[in-house]
């Protein structure tokens, strides 16, 4: 299978997914956010990953409403889905129905109740990528997983014929320049830990998966663009500066609740993560507001780069 390395350089935007009050689902907000980050510019979405609340849903829900979203995208911008699941059955179903129903693309992480030794986590990614033809994203989150991938073992990975990037989100930005070593141009990485994407960007990450751009797209593409495609890196610095502030603030108070309670904030909610998580303290919520109103003044007055577009 070609590697189609290029198909991960691109800017996904990780949707919360929306419910109603905690519990369903809510297919009608959620289509309302695919359509907002279309709208803007960005280069494609995920849903069920991280700030999806992947390990929330039951695979019934997540298939019916993988199948919704790939039918109401109807081929505008890629689609991408997380698939972990706790067992590996499990995730071949997830990641089989991704693929009979339209998306581009999966994001699998190693999820299990007892942690996984690297063969057995080898094994699941053999059975997976034997199992299906989508291009595969291997998602390094110890923080959730307490699975950590070292670069020697994901780049084992990589030689899996699907297997074409890996998300790193350890937040060491040694591991980009190290798995980069050792796999060449033949995988693209992707910037996983947002308060450190710049610096990801310069070790070689050429794909991102932000929380951001429910926020800001129009100023984070811009900053991508300067980053990994003009490599220009004085107007990567100044877009970053700005970015910064609320980057940092998704690593320090967890993407999923920041995505929820700040789309509520800028007028789009899409109701609270599903119980038994809630949205952010008061005080914390008063943080984001803070974040927001100002990365709304300087994003109004951010000239586009000359590689946006």
Request: net charge negative.
């Amino acid at each position: 299978m070609n590697k189609q390395t290029d198909f991960w350089s691109r800017v996904f935007t990780f949707l919360p997914t929306a419910t109603n009050a905690g519990e369903s689902i809510d297919q009608k907000r959620l289509f309302e956010e695919i359509d907002f980050q279309i709208e803007n510019g960005v280069h494609g979405v995920c849903i069920f990953g991280s700030t999806g609340g992947n390990g929330s849903f039951s695979d019934e829900e997540m298939k019916e409403t993988t199948a919704a979203v790939a039918k109401h995208v109807a081929g505008r911008i890629p689609v991408i889905v997380g698939t972990g699941a706790r067992t590996t059955t499990a995730c071949i179903s997830l990641s089989r129905h991704a693929q009979d129903v339209g998306c581009d693309g999966v994001m699998i992480l190693p999820v299990s109740y007892w942690p996984l030794t690297e063969d057995e986590v080898l094994t699941h990614y053999e059975r997976v990528s034997a199992a299906i033809n989508l291009p595969i994203c291997v998602y390094n989150n110890p923080w959730t997983t307490g699975v950590d991938m070292k670069p020697d073992f994901l780049a084992r990975l990589t030689e899996l014929d699907n297997i074409n990037c890996i998300k790193e989100s350890t937040g060491d930005l040694s591991r980009i320049s190290a798995i980069r070593r050792l796999v060449g141009g033949d995988v693209t990485l992707i910037a996983g830990w947002e308060s450190t994407s710049l610096q990801a960007f310069m070790a070689g990450a050429t794909g991102w998966a932000p929380v951001c751009t429910s926020f800001a797209p129009k100023l984070a593409l811009q900053f991508f663009d300067a980053a990994t495609r003009a490599r220009d890196a004085v107007l990567s610095r100044d877009l970053w500066d700005q970015l910064f502030p609320l980057c940092e603030f998704i690593c320090a108070k967890s993407h999923i609740r920041v995505a929820h309670t700040g789309l509520e904030i800028a007028g789009r909610p899409v109701g609270p993560p599903r119980a038994p998580m809630k949205g952010l303290n008061a005080d914390d919520r008063t943080k984001l507001s803070t974040i927001l109103a100002l990365l709304d003044t300087k994003a109004a007055d951010t000239p586009r780069s000359a590689a946006a577009g």
